[in-house]
Nanobody, 121 residues
């Protein structure tokens, strides 16, 4: 069974940095897409950053220039380097991957359990 395991959240002061990691476990053929989303209390889940299988990246407007998405050489772990953090970055961050785990069905979307990031002012 495919699972995504996140790590790296925590409490940081405004202006600080954190690095999130998300690793996939289980049998897969390929990963089409990796991304990070976040959800703050009372708000909808929003895009933070994505990286496609070909390497192209996309960022939410609020994090451009501050956050960087990357992946390991095996392309089974995705990272989110968060710099110049602001209190408004406080949210639960979720990893998402679109995974080909069967040749008999379309790719499936998997989500991590979420990791809390709190930025104090």
């Amino acid at each position: 069974q495919v699972q995504l395991v996140e790590s790296g959240g925590g409490l940081v002061q405004s202006g600080g940095s954190l690095r999130l990691s998300c690793a996939v476990s289980g049998f897969i053929f390929s990963i089409n897409y990796m991304g990070w989303y976040r959800q703050a209390p009372g708000k909808q889940r929003e895009l933070v950053a994505t990286v496609a299988s070909g390497g192209s990246t996309r960022y939410g407007d609020s994090v451009k220039g501050r956050f960087t998405i990357s992946r390991d050489n095996a392309k089974t772990t995705v990272y989110l380097q968060m710099n110049s953090l602001k209190p408004e970055d406080t949210a639960v961050y979720y990893c998402n991957m679109r995974v080909v785990d069967s040749l008999q069905s379309p790719p499936n979307d998997y989500w991590g359990q979420g990791t809390q990031v709190i930025v104090s002012s």
